[in-house]
């Protein structure tokens, strides 16, 4: 059964960081994309950041680019989100996914995200 | 950038009812939709993928048509588990989510 465990989220000033984690279970990790996606309070789903599975390639929604960082490490099925100089509007849940699709050298195409962890709360605010 | 609108915003059905949901983009997306259901504090699901497959363990009851710019989900016989917020999802480059359809049970 496929699985995906987040945490480290939880309150921080704006301007502020935190590191988030993702530890998977059940597929064969290295194999997929995976993605963060977020869902601010009470609004929709917003991808902000995928990471090939082999670790060579990221992408970031214009919001994060240079704020924040992808990384995985395959030989512990785990993937992180390093966030810096955060904003109150960066305020929101923040989902980890496997990512079914691929990249060209020019546009990615991602079919669609399953399964999804649970979320983990991350509130920015003074 | 590829823009879904869904419709309706709310709907509002009683149990053993047809849920029909639609999902219209901003141009083409060919057969790439995906459609996923949220629960209140949950995360979200995938229940359909590339427009009418039913990902591993969703209801038959479930099921996606459509094609180019226009798409619809529908719930053939609505159980009062099925009240949630259903997301539709494009593939085409970056990928985006609607706004989602909340469906109700009375």
């Known amino acids: 059964q496929m699985q995906l465990v987040e945490s480290g989220g939880g309150l921080v000033k704006p301007g502020g960081s935190l590191r988030l984690s993702c530890a998977a279970s059940?597929?064969?990790?290295?194999?997929?994309?995976m993605s963060w996606i977020r869902q601010a309070p009470g609004k929709g789903l917003e991808p902000i950041s995928y990471?090939?599975?082999?670790?060579?390639?990221?992408y970031y929604v214009d919001s994060v680019k240079g704020r924040f960082t992808i990384s995985r490490d395959n030989a512990k099925k785990s993937l992180y989100l390093e966030m810096k100089s955060l904003r109150v509007e960066d305020t929101a849940v923040y989902y980890c996914a496997r990512t079914v699709g691929y990249c060209t050298s020019t546009v990615c195409y991602f079919d669609y995200f399953d399964p999804w962890g649970q979320g983990t709360l991350v509130t920015v605010s003074s | 950038e590829i823009v879904l609108t869904q419709s309706p915003a709310t709907l509002s059905l009683s149990p053993g009812e047809r849920a029909t949901l639609s999902c219209r983009a901003s141009q083409s997306v060919t057969s790439y939709l995906a459609w996923y259901q949220q629960k209140p504090g949950q995360a979200p699901r995938l229940l359909i993928y590339d427009t009418s497959h039913r990902a591993t363990g969703i209801p038959a009851r479930f099921s996606g048509s459509g094609s180019g710019a226009d798409f619809t989900l529908t719930i053939s016989s609505l159980e009062p588990e099925d009240a949630a917020v259903y997301y539709c999802?494009?593939?085409?480059?970056?990928?985006?989510f609607g706004p989602g359809t909340k469906v109700d049970i009375k």
């Open positions: 990471i090939s599975g082999s670790n060579t390639s990221t």
């Open positions: 999802q494009q593939r085409s480059n970056w990928p985006t």
């Open positions: 059940g597929f064969t990790f290295r194999d997929y994309y």
